[in-house]
């Protein structure tokens, strides 16, 4: 990755481009390292980003206690349970974090992750669905389901004319647990991340308005976790 864009790379939207932040370069220069495999370089390098001795965004530590994850997987005595705690502290500060690529390093690496993510976008009562996760992760022996939750059909979306006339555009990402029925569960939505508060309230009005087929397991509607995008897009 090259060096300003990898905290962009990480989330689920855009950062807005600005020059870069020593964090952002102590990120950058830390995954460098890890490439490099030099592990203690690369903690040394974050460690000031996550305990605050250097100035940093939500994003920026989202990241530094995402590559912390990596580091601790492979150094740490407890190393499943280290990764865990840093992958935690990185989606507290960025719910939207990308890790999809640490199954591409490590499997079991990958699995803590989506594990983690799961849990804290969904909770842990909420199934997972099988296309998401390769395998369980380490111990973890809940059950996957067969079919995914599917937004069927939902209300006509509405855009703000106000944001539409100052060309305010993009994605609201949201999750929200999904009942055997197809509902979603009152409270449960969570925004993932968003351009603007007003396209956020239209979003939540539209995902709460949806109709959803339920997830299932062996045919059976199951109550689970459901992600879902809703873009904002001025026509021409």
């Known amino acids: 990755m090259k060096a300003p864009a990898l905290v962009s790379l990480l ?4 950062v807005a481009a ?3 932040h020593s964090a952002s370069q102590r990120v950058d220069r830390a995954f460098a390292q890890l490439n490099a495999r030099h592990p203690d ?3 040394a390098l974050l460690r000031p980003v996550v305990d605050s001795t250097v100035r940093a965004t939500p994003a920026e530590r989202a990241a530094a206690w995402l590559l912390l994850g990596f580091v601790d997987f492979y150094d740490a005595a407890n190393p499943d349970s280290a990764a865990a705690q840093d992958f935690r502290r990185a989606l507290a500060f960025s719910p939207a974090l990308r890790g999809e690529w640490l199954a591409q390093v490590d499997a079991g690496l990958g699995a803590i992750w989506r594990r983690e993510r799961h849990r804290a976008i969904c909770g842990t009562a909420a199934l997972e ?5 390769d395998r369980l ?3 973890d022996n809940a059950p996957v389901v067969d079919q995914k939750p599917q937004v069927l059909s939902g209300p006509q ?3 703000p004319e106000q944001l539409r006339q ?3 555009t993009g994605r609201v990402l949201m999750a929200a647990i999904v009942d055997t029925a197809g509902r979603i569960e009152p409270g449960s939505i969570k925004i993932l991340t968003s351009p603007h508060d007003g396209l956020t309230r239209e979003a939540r009005r539209y995902l709460e308005g949806a109709k959803i087929r339920p997830a299932r397991i062996g045919g059976q509607p199951v109550r689970t976790c459901i992600e879902v995008p ?3 897009k001025i026509r021409q």
């Open 137 to 139: 992760a380490p111990g």
């Open 166 to 168: 100052a060309g305010v």
């Open 18 to 20: 600005t020059a870069q």
């Open 129 to 133: 669905s099988r296309e998401s996760r």
């Open 11 to 14: 989330l689920a939207a855009p």
């Open 230 to 232: 809703v873009d904002f």
């Open 157 to 159: 979306l509405w855009y």
């Open 41 to 43: 370089s690369a903690e």
